[in-house]
């Protein structure tokens, strides 16, 4: 899987991971990260979520990151704004109010640029990544991540042998392997959505669920 195949999808409308209300369990348990109110909240593979209005009107700062230019012009078009555009060796930076949207690569990210980010939301960065692209991943962005830094990441649970990703099942194992030290983590929810998600039943799924983690680097 390499950037083609995501901007083919974006190119050809295939784009059944993008919600057009905000996430629940984002609403629900963001609350509980107790995220001061004018922090910088790093969204990667952000696409054109609506989570990043959300966060907004909460009072935060969002940053996005996002690999296809079609979904970064579609989110602002959509929220009927016009951003401002700017270069930095990160890509293209699109900036409207209190959200920017750099249109680049996630893995390049640094601790430079990430160095006043106090909270990640990972909702569809990580079930969006093979295994192999998964550590590097955790090795690239979380590790740039400052100390203290919080998360809120969402997962999905499916035989992966059912389905081929993505979105992928990504177990509670692999997400105690992944968040290690210097990483936290604590499962605040899960859920069977099986019956909430008939895209999935016809694929033939036997089960699915949804899982919430909190997540802090010491």
Do not use: N
């Amino acid at each position: 899987m390499d950037a083609d195949f995501w901007l083919q999808r974006w190119q050809e409308g295939q784009i059944g991971f993008h919600r057009s209300d905000v996430m629940p369990l984002l609403e629900k348990h963001w609350p509980s990260l107790q995220v001061r109110a004018d922090a910088r909240v790093l969204v990667p593979l952000c696409g054109k979520s609506l989570d990043m209005h959300w966060l907004a009107a909460q009072g935060y700062r969002v940053l996005g990151v996002e690999l296809s230019p079609l979904a970064v012009a579609q989110f602002f078009q959509e929220a009927g704004v016009e951003p401002i555009r700017t270069i930095s060796r990160y890509g293209e930076h699109f900036t409207a109010g209190p959200i920017e949207i750099i249109l680049g690569d996630a893995f390049g990210l640094d601790p430079a640029l990430l160095a006043d980010v106090s909270c990640v939301y990972d909702r569809a960065a990580l079930i969006a990544l093979p295994p192999d692209l998964r550590l590097h991943y955790r090795d690239t962005v979380y590790a740039s991540l400052p100390a203290g830094c919080q998360g809120l990441l969402i997962t999905l649970e499916y035989p992966q042998t059912e389905k081929a990703g993505p979105p992928f099942s990504v177990e509670a194992a692999e997400v105690e392997t992944l968040f290690a030290a210097p990483w936290r983590h604590a499962l605040l929810e899960r859920r069977d959505i099986l019956d909430q998600e008939p895209r999935f039943r016809e694929e033939g799924l036997s089960a699915l669920e949804t899982a919430v983690y909190r997540l802090q680097r010491s």
